[in-house]
Structure formats: C-alpha cells, structure tokens
C-alpha cells in the first residue's frame, strides 16, 4: 500500500474515533460505487451524515479542506441519495460533512470537523 492510502486510512480511522466520540454514529466505510467513494457514513440523531475526511501531513501545501471542490460536493449529494437506495435507510434530514486530519506522525493529530458544508 502506498504512503499516501496508509495516511488516507489512518486519517478515516481518526476521523470515524472523532465522531463517534461525539455521539455520532459511524455506520459505514469506504463506500464505493461506479459514481465515486463516501469516506464515512453516519447518522446524528435524524440525520444521515456524508462525510468527506481529507488527510495531510502538514499545511505545507494548504489546508485539506481546500481540495473539496464544488463538483466533489455535488458528487457526495448524489452518492448520498444513492448510498440510501441501495441500504434502504431513509432519514428526514441529510448532512454533508468535512473532517480534515492533520497527522505528521510526529505529534498528535488533530481533527477539524466542519457540519453541514454541503
């Protein structure tokens, strides 16, 4: 496995702890699909949560929360709608998430989580 999947999966492990510490219920990982990839899948209350978890070393190279683009949210809207089809859960609310994880390895890492970006 290369570096960067090694960082990408400790960084959804991290980002799955940090939610379920909060009371938010991780139901569901890596989903793929022809149409693209859900990080985590989780429900808050009535709300199913979409969330795109993005991993860095460092800021070096910007804040990870930088690379969600406009067409990556759009995509997550309809992977959200299809990842209900296909597991016939179907909540009163959706939630788009951001969870960006700083992990150099040398230190603690830190979780930022950003609610609704969607």
Do not use: Q
């Not at 795109?52 to 190279?61: A, G, I, N, Q």
């Amino acid at each position: 496995m290369k570096a960067k999947d090694v960082l990408g999966r400790r960084g959804e492990i991290l980002a799955a702890d940090y939610l379920e510490d909060r009371g938010i219920r991780v139901i569901d990982h890596n989903w793929r699909c022809r149409n693209g990839e859900i990080d985590l899948v989780a429900v808050d209350g009535d709300t199913l949560v979409i969330a795109e978890v993005k991993t860095r070393r460092s800021l070096r190279y910007g804040h990870p929360f930088e690379s969600i683009t406009p067409a990556k949210m759009a995509r997550l809207r309809t992977l959200a709608v299809l990842w209900s089809r296909e597991h016939a859960l179907f909540l009163p609310a959706l939630r788009i998430d951001a969870l960006a994880v700083i992990d150099s390895g040398r230190r603690e890492p830190t979780v930022e989580h950003l609610k609704g970006v969607g």
